[in-house]
């Protein structure tokens, strides 16, 4: 297949060399710190004119373009196509491109003119080393300053989900270019909970396959304001990557509990085996590509790599991270089961 013989290619020509990882350890409090960038020839501007928002419409993406607008720095936005969404993002002054990540000449026309970019391909669907080598490549041509990549904190070399690997391989893709980048690698988001919103609301269970593992679930309008802020001033985050994570670890039987706290009655968390979780994300629609990620870092989760904490986001943003129970607060319609209309 062409596709795969460019993608090993590409890798094969950007990921030769040496790497230094960040040193972690699960349950420990992580330190700012990160790797040494490759040597750039682009020069980092303290004030950015115009930054352009991939995945403009998704979680994190809106919420990033919500601080930048704050802080009163421009916004392009690159979306798939436009809907009510992107209408609303243009409505607060945002400028809207139409364009798909695999497609050259639309990523080249979203970068053209902009000094930052935060960089977000989706975790449900393959292609991510095509994004990322495009995406790359547009912004050399285009003199891009500097890049904000999202990648995962189970993102290295010997990563069982082929997506995780793959995001690890898009780092290296990134720091081969030249370009300055801070790659952000989150633990779980909060959004997790969305994936089975259905039968936390219709049967009050909170199905995942973690087992009794505990992390520190992250909310995205957290990792948006994280994404703003280095945008907004990347002054020394070039080359560091971000181990990213929320306030407290919890289990999902802790999860649960708040659960039922919020809504007023008992959820129950059922933690299923992996390789039946499997088939409910098939029956939800998932892709074969997504489902053998969540099959691997459910066991990552099960093995330590997404646990520990630390102060990061309070760090880059001046603001604490979200509470899970905060969280669901606020979401707290996904869970509800629908009000009845005592009129009739």
């Known amino acids: 297949m062409v596709l795969g013989l460019r993608q090993v290619s590409v890798v094969d020509h950007y990921v030769r060399g040496a790497y230094l990882d960040i040193n972690r350890s699960p349950g420990r409090k992580q330190p700012i710190t990160g790797q040494a960038s490759v040597v750039s020839n682009h020069n980092q501007k303290k004030i950015m004119?115009?930054?352009?928002?991939?995945?403009?419409?998704?979680?994190?993406?809106?919420?990033?373009?919500?601080?930048?607008?704050?802080?009163?720095?421009?916004?392009?936005?690159?979306?798939?196509?436009?809907?009510?969404?992107?209408?609303?993002?243009?409505?607060?002054?945002?400028?809207?491109?139409?364009?798909?990540?695999?497609?050259?000449?639309?990523?080249?026309?979203?970068?053209?003119?902009?000094?930052?970019?935060?960089?977000?391909y989706p975790i449900q669907v393959p292609g991510i080393l095509e994004g990322t080598a495009i995406f790359a490549q547009a912004a050399i041509e285009e003199g891009v300053g500097?890049?904000?990549?999202?990648?995962q904190i189970a993102a290295r070399k010997v990563a069982k989900s082929h997506a995780s690997q793959d995001h690890w391989i898009a780092e290296r893709l990134f720091?081969?270019?030249?370009?300055?980048?801070?790659?952000?690698?989150?633990?779980?988001?909060?959004?997790?909970?969305?994936?089975?919103?259905?039968?936390?609301?219709?049967?009050?269970?909170?199905?995942?396959?973690?087992?009794?593992?505990?992390?520190?679930?992250?909310?995205?309008?957290?990792?948006?304001?994280?994404?703003?802020?280095?945008?907004?001033?990347?002054?020394?985050?070039?080359?560091?990557?971000?181990?990213?994570?929320?306030?407290?670890?919890?289990?999902?039987?802790?999860?649960?509990?708040?659960?039922?706290?919020?809504?007023?009655?008992?959820?129950?968390?059922?933690?299923?085996?992996i390789e039946a979780f499997k088939g409910v994300l098939k029956n939800m629609g998932y892709t074969p590509h997504f489902s053998q990620h969540v099959s691997a870092v459910a066991q990552d989760c099960r093995d330590g790599v997404f646990s520990g904490t630390n102060d990061l986001v309070e760090k880059l943003t001046g603001q604490m991270p979200l509470q899970m129970v905060d969280y669901i607060i606020k979401n707290k319609a996904a869970f509800s089961l629908a009000e009845k209309n005592h009129n009739k």
């Open 49 to 120: 004119k115009k930054i352009l928002i991939t995945g403009a419409t998704g979680a994190v993406g809106k919420n990033a373009i919500k601080k930048l607008l704050e802080l009163k720095v421009p916004v392009r936005a690159l979306v798939h196509k436009a809907d009510a969404r992107s209408e609303q993002l243009s409505a607060q002054g945002v400028e809207i491109v139409e364009g798909d990540l695999s497609d050259f000449d639309s990523v080249s026309t979203a970068l053209k003119g902009v000094t930052g970019a935060y960089y977000m």
């Open 146 to 151: 500097f890049i904000v990549n999202m990648s």
């Open 175 to 273: 720091d081969r270019s030249g370009i300055p980048v801070a790659h952000l690698r989150p633990t779980f988001f909060a959004e997790w909970l969305m994936y089975t919103a259905k039968f936390i609301k219709e049967q009050s269970q909170l199905i995942l396959p973690f087992g009794e593992a505990h992390y520190a679930p992250i909310a995205a309008e957290d990792l948006g304001r994280v994404v703003a802020s280095i945008l907004a001033d990347p002054l020394g985050h070039a080359g560091q990557i971000y181990p990213l994570f929320g306030p407290k670890e919890l289990t999902q039987f802790e999860i649960a509990e708040i659960l039922s706290e919020v809504l007023g009655r008992k959820i129950t968390y059922v933690p299923m085996e």
